[in-house]
């Protein structure tokens, strides 16, 4: 079965930080871009960060210093550190898996993630 698991969200308070990862199965991990998005309540679903193949990454400007999205294809793992949390990182934080020859996308269950004191 092809699918993506988050886990690693939590409370936490400002300036705090977290680590989410995304493990892959079912699916060759090479063959993805990988990403995460997050979505807050009442709001859109927004990207936050991505990495290709080959590891070049970007982000979405108000996490760029302060997040790092990292892959490790022994084990079919994407991770998002989180550090300097604020209020507004509170959010539902998905992985997304695009094979590249298809186009296709694959996405998590999400996990939450609450930033509050």
């Known amino acids: 079965q092809v699918q993506l698991v988050e886990s690693g969200g939590g409370l936490v308070q400002p300036g705090g930080s977290l680590r989410l990862s995304c493990a892959a199965s079912?699916?060759?991990?090479?063959?993805?871009?990988m990403g995460w998005y997050r979505q807050a309540p009442g709001k859109e679903r927004e990207f936050v960060a991505a990495?290709?193949?080959?590891?070049?990454?970007n982000y979405v400007d108000s996490v760029k210093g302060r997040f790092t999205i990292s892959r490790d294809t022994t084990k079919n793992t994407v991770y998002l550190q989180m550090n300097s949390l604020k209020p507004e990182d509170t959010a539902v934080y998905y992985c997304?898996?695009?094979?590249?020859?298809?186009?296709?996308?694959?996405w998590g269950q999400g996990t939450q993630v609450t930033v509050s004191s």
């Open positions: 079912g699916m060759i991990f090479s063959m993805y871009s």
């Open positions: 997304k898996g695009r094979r590249v020859s298809t186009q296709s996308d694959l």
């Open positions: 990495i290709t193949i080959g590891g070049s990454t």
